[in-house]
C-alpha cells in the first residue's frame, strides 16, 4: 500500500504559505490523488498500470533483448496486433453519434441547427482522429475516457515590421495568434485519468463518480507561459511553483518516477459535490473555484470494450486481455519450432574424447574439410520431424481467439463482391462493441458538447480585423454543400448546393426553450456496405425497370441519379456535367427581389380599390407578401365598405397564384389560366399591374421609356 505522504516541515512551506483554507483544499486534492492510485486495482488486487503495461507490450508485439550468444528464439508472432488492427479498421467507419433532438415543438428547427453545430466544431477539431485514439486505447486497455472542454489556444508570435538596410537591423511586432478557440474534445490517457474508487461510471446512474483528477506533466517554461497571469492564476501563486527538486521540498506532492528536473506536475481536480474545480501544481493550489461548465457534470466521457460484470467497479476488459492465454502459448509454439529448426541446422555433434576437433571446427562452411581420426566417433545428435499436429495446434488457438473477440478471418473468394459479402457476414460480431461505444463514450461525449455550444456561442467572440482593431461577432460554422436560411417564421431551411457556405450563430437560434436538448440514436449501428458492394447494388437499381419508369415519369429527377451513379464509382459529378447556357437572362428576367418589389406596388393599387388579376408565374415570395399586407395598419384603417372590396379583391388575386404554384409543382395546368411564361420577366410584363400603370418597369433601378 503506498503510504501518503505529509512532510509539515516541508521547504517549500517557508517559501508558500497560503489560508487555512486553501491549505485544506490543497489537502483534499492530494489525500483524494492519493486514495485514487490506490484504488488502481482489478478486482483480484492485482496492479491496473502493471497490466496495462503488459498489454501494450503485447500489442506491440513486444520482444526482449538478447544476447549475442543467446540463439533461442525470441519471436512474437503478433496475433493481438491483428486482432485489435481488424477490429479498429471496421469500427473507426461507423457513424455512431447519436443526434441532437427537441425536447419540444418550439426546438424542432434549434436541434436540427445544433447538429450542425456539433458535425462543424468535430471537424474542426479533428474529432475523427481523437475518437481512433479513444476507441485504439479501448480495445487495447479495456477502457478509454474522452474530455470534453473549451479550448483557446493563444501564443504571441513576431512579424517583420521593418527592416534598416543601412544598419542591417530587423524590427519585429508582437501579435496574438490564435491557433484554436472552440469547444474541443480529446482522448485522454488512462495513465492520466484518476477517478473516485467507488464509481462505477464517470456520469451515469447511482455509482457515478464524485471527482476526479486528470494529470498534466509539463515543462517548467511551458507551465510558467501558460498559466502565469492567466484565468487559472487565480491567486497569483504561480510564482511559487517550482520543478524538480527533493521529495523533501514538497509536504504532499512526490515526483513520480520517470519524472525529469524540469517538469511540474499539474492536476486538475473536478468535484461534482461540493462543486469544484481545483488546480494543483507540485503543491501549489493556484486556482480554487466551481466548475466553469454549464451542465455542471464531470466533464468527461467514458467508453468500454468488453464490460465486466455489474459491481465490479470502473474498468473493462481489452482485447490483449482475451487473447492473454492463447497469445502465450502461441508465442511458446512458436519459438519451440524455430529453436527445433535452428538446432537441427546447428546440429549437436557426439565426439569421442580421444579426438581433438574444437568447436569451431564444427561450424558449417561451404567445401570446408574437417580431419578425424575415425569419422564413426563423431556422430550428429538426429531429431524426429516436427509433428504436422505442430501446426494444427497453432490454428486452433488462432481461432479460439478469434471466436472469442468475435474477429473471424474471411475466407478466400474468386470476385471482390464475393469477398465483400463474405467480409460482412464474419465482422458482424462486431455489432455489440459499436453498440456499446455508441451508447456509452459518444452519447456521453455529444451530452456534453451540445451543452457546451450553448454555452460559448450565445456570446459574441473578439475576432481581430484588418489593421489594430478587434470586434465583437458572434460565430459562423461552414456547411459543405448545403445552404442554411432561416424561415420567417424561424424554421431552418437547408438547400442542398454545391460548395462551401457560412451561417451565422446568434444566441436565439440554440438557446432551447425547455433548458437542453435530448439525444437520440439515428439507427442502430450497421457495418457499412463495401464499395464494390455498394456498386454493384447501384448499378443495378438503376436499370430496374420501376426506377426507370419513375424517372421517365419525373417521380425521380434523372439528374441526381446520375450523380448519385458517378459519385458510387468514384467520380465527380460536376466533372462531367455539361455546361447548361443560361437563357433569357438579356430578356428580361429578374430575380426574386424584383418579384417581391412587384407584390408590394400591386398591394398599393388594390389597396386603391382596382382589382388586379393573379400575376403569371409569381413566387411563394411573392404571394405571402399578398398575405402579410393583409394585417397590416393600412389595410387596418380602411372603411368597412372599402375593407371588404379589399379583402375581396386579393383574396382572389392570392387563390389565382397559390393555384398555379401547385399545378407547376405537379408538372400540369389548369384550363383557362394563362401558360407559365418562358421568363420570370415576361411574367411581370404580362401582369395586370403593368397594364394599370404602363410606366411600371422591372426592377427597381428601371425608369421609364421617354420617347
Given at each position: ?30 489525500e483524494r490523488f492519493h486514495l485514487m492510485k490506490a484504488g488502481r486495482v482489478d478486482r483480484y488486487g492485482n496492479d491496473l498500470e502493471a497490466k496495462w503495461r503488459k498489454w501494450e507490450k503485447q500489442y506491440e508485439a513486444w520482444r526482449p533483448d538478447r544476447s ?231 466533464p468527461f466521457a467514458e467508453g468500454s470494450d468488453v464490460k465486466r460484470i455489474v459491481g465490479s467497479g470502473f474498468y473493462a476488459i481489452g482485447e490483449p486481455e482475451l487473447l492473454e492465454s492463447i497469445q502465450d502459448e502461441l508465442t511458446t509454439l512458436r519459438r ?372
Amino acid at each position: 500500500m503506498i503510504q501518503f505522504k505529509d512532510k509539515k516541515d516541508a521547504t517549500i512551506n517557508s517559501i508558500y504559505k497560503p489560508s487555512d483554507e486553501i491549505q485544506a483544499v490543497r489537502r483534499n486534492v492530494y489525500e483524494r490523488f492519493h486514495l485514487m492510485k490506490a484504488g488502481r486495482v482489478d478486482r483480484y488486487g492485482n496492479d491496473l498500470e502493471a497490466k496495462w503495461r503488459k498489454w501494450e507490450k503485447q500489442y506491440e508485439a513486444w520482444r526482449p533483448d538478447r544476447s549475442a550468444d543467446d540463439w533461442q528464439s525470441t519471436i512474437v508472432p503478433p496475433f493481438t496486433t491483428t486482432i485489435v488492427e481488424k477490429a479498429l479498421a471496421e469500427m473507426i467507419d461507423q457513424t455512431v453519434q447519436p443526434t441532437i433532438v427537441a425536447r419540444g415543438i418550439e426546438d424542432i428547427p434549434k436541434a436540427k441547427l445544433m447538429n450542425y453545430i456539433k458535425d462543424y466544431t468535430w471537424e474542426i477539431g479533428d474529432g475523427d482522429l481523437e475518437a481512433y485514439a479513444a476507441i485504439k486505447q479501448a480495445l487495447i486497455l479495456g477502457k478509454t475516457v474522452w474530455q470534453e472542454d473549451y479550448w483557446q489556444d493563444k501564443r504571441i508570435v513576431k512579424f517583420l515590421k521593418k527592416f534598416d538596410m543601412d544598419k542591417n537591423e530587423e524590427e519585429y511586432v508582437k501579435k496574438e495568434m490564435t491557433d484554436f478557440d472552440d469547444v474541443y474534445g480529446e482522448a485522454v490517457s488512462l495513465y492520466d485519468f484518476y477517478i473516485d474508487p467507488l464509481a462505477q461510471s464517470i456520469n451515469r446512474g447511482r455509482f457515478k463518480a464524485q471527482d476526479c483528477i486528470r494529470r498534466y506533466v509539463m515543462d517548467y517554461n511551458a507551465f510558467v507561459e501558460s498559466y502565469k497571469g492567466s484565468i487559472f492564476d487565480q491567486f497569483g501563486a504561480v510564482q511559487y511553483v517550482r520543478p524538480g527538486a527533493s521529495s523533501d521540498y514538497y509536504q504532499y506532492y512526490k515526483p513520480a518516477s520517470g519524472m525529469l528536473a524540469d517538469q511540474v506536475e499539474v492536476l486538475f481536480y473536478w468535484g461534482r459535490n461540493p462543486d469544484k474545480l481545483v488546480i494543483v501544481a507540485n503543491d501549489v493550489v493556484i486556482r480554487d473555484g466551481p466548475n466553469p461548465y454549464m451542465h455542471k457534470q464531470l466533464p468527461f466521457a467514458e467508453g468500454s470494450d468488453v464490460k465486466r460484470i455489474v459491481g465490479s467497479g470502473f474498468y473493462a476488459i481489452g482485447e490483449p486481455e482475451l487473447l492473454e492465454s492463447i497469445q502465450d502459448e502461441l508465442t511458446t509454439l512458436r519459438r519451440m519450432r524455430i529453436d527445433r529448426q535452428h538446432l537441427d541446422i546447428f546440429k549437436t555433434f557426439f565426439v569421442s574424447n580421444k579426438e581433438t576437433i574444437d568447436e569451431d571446427e564444427a561450424i558449417i562452411a561451404p567445401s570446408r574439410f574437417v580431419y578425424v581420426d575415425d569419422p564413426n566417433s563423431i556422430r550428429p545428435l538426429e531429431y524426429r520431424d516436427i509433428n504436422p499436429s505442430a501446426y494444427h495446434e497453432e490454428e486452433l488457438l488462432k481461432q479460439d481467439g478469434r471466436d472469442v473477440t468475435g474477429i473471424l478471418s474471411p475466407q478466400p473468394t474468386s470476385t471482390a463482391t464475393d469477398a465483400a459479402i463474405q467480409k460482412e457476414s464474419t465482422m458482424r460480431a462486431l455489432r455489440m462493441k459499436i453498440w456499446l461505444l455508441s451508447r456509452e463514450l459518444f452519447t456521453g461525449i455529444i451530452r456534453l458538447r451540445a451543452s457546451n455550444i450553448v454555452q460559448f456561442y450565445k456570446t459574441p467572440k473578439v475576432e481581430n480585423i484588418v489593421g489594430e482593431g478587434k470586434i465583437n461577432k458572434f460565430r459562423s460554422i461552414s456547411t459543405p454543400n448545403v445552404q442554411l436560411e432561416t424561415a420567417r417564421d424561424g424554421s431552418l431551411v437547408e438547400k442542398k448546393e454545391r460548395g462551401e457556405h457560412f451561417f451565422e450563430i446568434k444566441p436565439e437560434f440554440i438557446i432551447p426553450y425547455y433548458g437542453s436538448y435530448d439525444l437520440r440514436m439515428s439507427a442502430e449501428p450497421t457495418l457499412p456496405v463495401s464499395k464494390p458492394l455498394l456498386q454493384q447494388k447501384v448499378n443495378e437499381l438503376s436499370n430496374n425497370p420501376i426506377i426507370m419508369a419513375a424517372i421517365e415519369q419525373g417521380h425521380i429527377d434523372p439528374g441526381k441519379m446520375a450523380d448519385k451513379i458517378l459519385e458510387v464509382n468514384d467520380f465527380d459529378p460536376d466533372e462531367l456535367k455539361a455546361e447548361v447556357p443560361q437563357q433569357g437572362v438579356q430578356q428580361g428576367m429578374v430575380d426574386e427581389q424584383q418579384l417581391l418589389e412587384l407584390a408590394n406596388r400591386e398591394n398599393e393599387i388594390m389597396l386603391e380599390g382596382k382589382k388586379l388579376g393573379p400575376t403569371p408565374y409569381a413566387s411563394r415570395g411573392h404571394t405571402n407578401i399578398h398575405l402579410a399586407f393583409i394585417n397590416s395598419e393600412p389595410v387596418k384603417n380602411l372603411p368597412r365598405a372599402k375593407f371588404d372590396d379589399f379583402i375581396n379583391n386579393i383574396s382572389a388575386h392570392v387563390l389565382g397564384e397559390s393555384t398555379a404554384q401547385e399545378l407547376r409543382e405537379q408538372g400540369g395546368s389548369r384550363a383557362g389560366m394563362p401558360q407559365p411564361p418562358t421568363s420570370v420577366g415576361q411574367g411581370v410584363e404580362g401582369s395586370e399591374a403593368k397594364a394599370t400603370n404602363p410606366a411600371l418597369m422591372i426592377g427597381a433601378e428601371g425608369v421609364p421609356n421617354m420617347q
